[in-house]
Nanobody
Framework: QVQLVESGGGLVQAGGSLRLSCVAS????????MGWYRQAPGKERLFVAA????????SYADSVKGRFTISRDNAKNTVYLQMNSLKPEDTAIYYC??????????????WGQGTQVTVSS
């Protein structure tokens, strides 16, 4: 089973940027589509972005299109989420997970501990 470790969160002012990383264990990573999700306090976990196994195809939630960019480095077993023009409503715990595909963003595995992103106004 693939284990996932998210990092890169922090406190940032509105309009700022952060880059999240998710490192996966195991050789299966390079064959898996991956996604980022987030969960704000008191709310359900929601899809943010996904990327195909090769990195050639991506998808985004409407709320982050044009501001966030997902990418991956299969040699490093890592998927990234570059977040620009951050807004207070982006405040949440961010998680990564394997997904069925970048078009069917159904999470496939267990969840890591996530990384907290807090955007101040």
């Amino acid at each position: 089973q693939v284990q996932l470790v998210e990092s890169g969160g922090g406190l940032v002012q509105a309009g700022g940027s952060l880059r999240l990383s998710c490192v996966a264990s195991g050789r299966a990573f390079s064959s898996m589509a991956m996604g980022w999700y987030r969960q704000a306090p008191g709310k359900e976990r929601l899809f943010v972005a996904a990327i195909s196994w090769s990195g050639s195809s991506t998808s985004y939630a409407d709320s982050v299109k044009g501001r966030f960019t997902i990418s991956r480095d299969n040699a490093k077993n890592t998927v990234y989420l570059q977040m620009n023009s951050l807004k207070p409503e982006d405040t949440a715990i961010y998680y990564c997970n394997a997904v069925v595909s970048e078009a069917r963003v159904i999470p496939k595995g267990g969840w890591g501990q996530g990384t907290q992103v807090t955007v101040s106004s």
